[in-house]
């Protein structure tokens, strides 16, 4: 027995020393967030989905369709079933004075009636069909205000991703040169043990590896903010770590002429085309103040059944019908004078809609021309930084010989390091700009 109590203790120890060892590594290490990658069209394509700023827009042309079915619908005519019923008191007459007996007259005491009627505006100066009209119109201006915030939002979500892309290349820039200083700081030390450099070298190359990791955690964070409001902005989990697949714009990528641009903008940025539309409310708004001078004509029947008989003399106590149809025709006087001031104050806001349309037209072209010329300067920067990447390249590996040679200051060779860095960063930086700056012509011209 002893010994089986043995065997089973050792068994028992063998067992739980293999689930220790399977189950201590996944305990040590914590969980990574899952990743995604997507190209920058198809984070548009989730923004436009998922934007809680254009499912709004959305709901808004929902509502504004149903507007414009209503005014429709309100031009047919209207039609009504009507009953009545009641209990009649008896009915005195005091021929002799309210303070003498009455002569009570026998009267039926019952009374019902059923009937139907139909109403019918055949004209008042074409105000249905305006309401019908203005409410298109402002189906319209819902639709564009749904292009300009897709397009808003899209230029955001770019902004945001334009920001992570900018932080990966920022950050692969500095690994690489870390990786490579960490193998100098090698060399220096190696020289330093022989005499050859002072400590000061050490320090300062200990120091300027020390900012660059420093450099690079602070990238880190904001890579993760860039990250959480790309998350937010598609509805998905806020941790979720993007990846992105799209790469920079080729460096030879052209735009069309600034002239061109203004007569893409004239028919296709949503800002204008709510303008033009806002412009016509107004005018259509005017003719709408004018037409209350106008005649209203319409069209009226009805068909009651009544009991007793009492509409004409003599009155029966038997059931009648009686119906009647014909057409009504007013005008109102008073609204000569009374609209005089609606129509001015009408004319005033046509006027304002009309300069306040000229006025954005001046702005879209400002927009335009500084953006396309900012464009332009980022593609000079590109080929800046193309050339000064090369010349820093070469310039840093002349000093970087001549410091391990003891003919030049470590300060030159990290002076020039950095050069070289700085002229990465200016590259993908300026990249970053031309993409961002493509962009916002394009959401400018409604082509976003």
């Not at 009570?104 to 019918?120: C, D, K, Q, V, W």
């Not at 059931?319 to 104050?345: D, E, P, Y």
């Not at 391990?404 to 700085?422: E, G, K, M, P």
């Amino acid at each position: 027995m002893r010994i089986l109590a043995k065997i089973t203790i050792r068994k028992f120890f063998f067992i739980f020393t293999i689930i220790a060892c399977n189950v201590a590594p996944s305990i040590a290490q914590p969980n990574t967030a899952d990743s995604v990658s997507f190209t920058i069209e198809e984070l548009w394509k989730k923004v436009s989905a998922n934007s809680k700023v254009v499912n709004i827009r959305k709901l808004q042309i929902m509502q504004q369709q149903e507007k414009v079915e209503n005014a429709r619908v309100s031009r047919l005519p209207d039609i009504s079933l009507n009953g009545e019923y009641e209990k009649i008191s008896n009915l005195p007459q005091y021929e002799n004075g309210i303070f003498h007996h009455p002569t009570y007259y026998p009267i039926a005491h019952t009374y019902y009636s059923l009937g139907s009627s139909m109403y019918f505006n055949l004209y008042h100066g074409g105000q249905s069909g305006r309401q019908v009209n203005a409410e298109k119109i402002s189906l319209k201006i819902s639709e564009q205000q749904l292009n300009l915030s897709e397009s808003e939002i899209k230029l955001l979500a770019s902004a945001y991703y334009l920001d992570l892309l900018r932080g990966k290349a920022f950050q692969t820039l500095l690994l690489q040169d870390i990786e490579e200083q960490d193998k100098v700081l090698l060399k220096i030390k190696a020289v330093y043990k022989n005499g050859a450099v002072l400590k000061s070298d050490v320090l300062r190359a200990k120091l300027k590896l020390s900012n660059q990791k420093l450099q690079v955690k602070q990238i880190s964070n904001e890579n993760a903010v860039a990250t959480q409001k790309i998350n937010l902005l598609v509805g998905q989990d806020e941790d979720m770590l993007i990846e992105p697949l799209q790469s920079f714009l080729p460096d030879t990528v052209q735009l069309v002429t600034y002239e061109e641009l203004l007569t893409k903008a004239a028919s296709g940025a949503p800002e204008i085309n709510m303008a033009k539309q806002e412009h016509k409310l107004t005018e259509l708004r005017l003719r709408d103040v004018k037409s209350h001078v106008l005649p209203s004509i319409d069209l009226f029947a009805n068909y009651n059944y009544s009991f007793p008989q009492g509409t004409f003399y003599p009155y029966v106590r038997a059931l009648s019908g009686l119906g009647m149809a014909g057409i009504r025709a007013s005008f109102s006087i008073s609204s000569l004078v009374k609209t005089k001031h609606q129509v001015n104050f009408a004319e005033l806001a046509v006027q304002q809609s009309r300069l306040e349309l000229m006025d954005l037209h001046d702005h879209i072209k400002s927009q335009i021309k500084e953006t396309y010329l900012q464009f332009k300067l980022d593609q000079e920067s590109i080929k800046v930084a193309l050339s000064n990447i090369a010349q820093a390249t070469e310039n840093l590996r002349i000093i970087k010989n001549s410091y391990l040679n003891q003919t030049s200051l470590i300060t030159d060779y990290l002076d020039a390091d950095v050069q070289l860095l700085q002229s990465g960063f200016d590259l993908s930086a300026a990249r970053i700009s031309a993409q961002l700056h493509y962009y916002q012509l394009q959401k400018i011209i409604g082509h976003l």
